[in-house]
């Protein structure tokens, strides 16, 4: 089973920054590891549907791509730490409208064509919410 963690969420101010992890570990059932994984990273307010944000290719990946939703463009920024693993999505002049449960989920080696496709992704973190309030 791979699992993922998200962390990193918490209560801002607008115009302020987090920085969300999400930690991917062990291994799916024909033995490969969380790190041949692409991560995605999605929102979800109540009451609406889960939205996609980002997503980057794996390590295994030879194009290494990154994708960026409309949300997310100019404001937030998806990056790897090959060594640990960890997924980040760095977020910066937070608005009111992004206060949400942040998820990341896991696409073997590439993000999916349709990468902002929830039901393209195969494993799910339980999520790191996040609040922008004055």
């Known amino acids: 089973q791979v699992l993922l963690v998200e962390s990193g969420g918490g209560s801002v101010q607008p115009g302020g920054s987090l920085r969300l992890s999400c930690e991917a570990s062990?291994?799916?059932?024909?033995?490969?590891?969380?790190?041949?994984?692409?991560i995605g990273w999605f929102r979800q307010a109540p009451g609406t549907e889960r939205e996609g944000l980002s997503c980057?290719?794996?390590?295994?990946?030879?194009?290494?791509?990154?994708y960026y939703g409309e949300s997310a463009k100019g404001r937030f920024n998806i990056y790897r730490d090959n060594d640990t693993a960890t997924v980040y999505l760095q977020m910066k002049g937070l608005k009111p409208e992004d206060a949400a449960v942040y998820f990341c989920?896991?696409?073997?080696?590439?993000?999916?064509?349709?990468?902002?496709?929830?039901?393209?992704?195969?494993?799910w973190g339980r999520g790191s919410q996040v609040t922008v309030s004055s």
């Open positions: 989920a896991a696409h073997l080696t590439h993000c999916p064509h349709s990468w902002g496709d929830l039901y393209q992704y195969r494993f």
């Open positions: 062990g291994r799916d059932v024909s033995g490969i590891p969380a790190e041949y994984y692409a």
């Open positions: 980057i290719d794996s390590t295994q990946s030879s194009d290494s791509h990154i």
